[in-house]
């Protein structure tokens, strides 16, 4: 699996859009981009996926470059119950599923 | 989305004792369940691989006769952690992956804090 860089943590102020990046510049053309995030002392929970377009759902936007080496994960207004450690994962999909976890971002959302 | 549970959410245990951990897919079927270990500010390390039916795969450096793993049915799998230790006290989450073939979304279970005196 492709390896991935995160800033190990950010701030962001409530009401504020949070911006995560991730670089993944050894990626592969059949490597999905997943984000989970973990609140403390809890399991991870699944924000997002994509491939090469970019993607949204009721959580968050998934922003991939066009050379796939990067991607960035936006919480548009993000609040207190935003705050956990953010994972970028690259994974391929047919290999059975498993994802490798990195250290991650330490997203802290302040009032 | 799918919900995963574990049992118990938190054991205490006596050093040489083994610890039983269930995890179960509540309303999907689980083709494939995972299992994590992570310690006190540190990420998730995957431990191992089930399948409904066969053998656990290990990761590399995680002993298959300390960590028993069975996967016996499509909605449980179940970890033992065999003649604990202090240094197996650790947060051990596990997680659950559906039988649809396009996606990798994995649902996890809420963890189990395991703590060997």
């Avoid at chain 1, 994509?50 to 796939?68: P, Q, W, Y």
């Amino acid at each position: 699996d492709a390896k991935t860089t995160q800033p190990p943590s950010m701030d962001c102020a409530e009401g504020r859009a949070a911006n995560l990046p991730c670089n993944h510049s050894t990626i592969s053309g059949n490597e999905y981009v997943y984000w989970y995030r973990q609140i403390h002392s809890q399991g991870p929970q699944y924000i997002i996926h994509g491939l090469k377009n970019n993607e949204t759902n009721e959580m968050a936007s998934l922003i991939i470059t066009e050379d796939r080496k990067s991607s960035t994960l936006i919480l548009p207004h993000a609040t207190l119950r935003d705050t956990a450690v953010y994972y970028c994962i690259v994974t391929l999909y047919n290999q059975g599923g498993k994802l490798i976890f990195g250290q991650g971002t330490e997203l802290s959302v302040k009032p | 989305g799918a919900v995963v549970s574990q049992h118990p959410s938190r054991v205490i245990c006596k050093s040489g004792t083994s610890v039983k951990i269930e995890c179960r897919s509540l309303d999907f079927q689980a083709t494939t369940m995972f299992w994590y270990r992570q310690f006190p500010k540190q990420s998730l390390m995957l431990m191992a691989t089930s399948n409904e039916g066969s053998k656990a795969t290990y990761e590399q450096g995680v002993e298959k006769d300390k960590f028993l793993i069975n996967h016996a049915s499509l909605t449980l799998s179940t970890l033992t952690v065999t003649s604990a230790h202090p240094e197996d006290s650790s947060f051990y989450i596990c997680s659950a992956r559906g039988a649809s073939g396009g996606s990798n979304e994995q649902f996890f279970g809420p963890g189990t804090r395991l703590t060997v005196l």
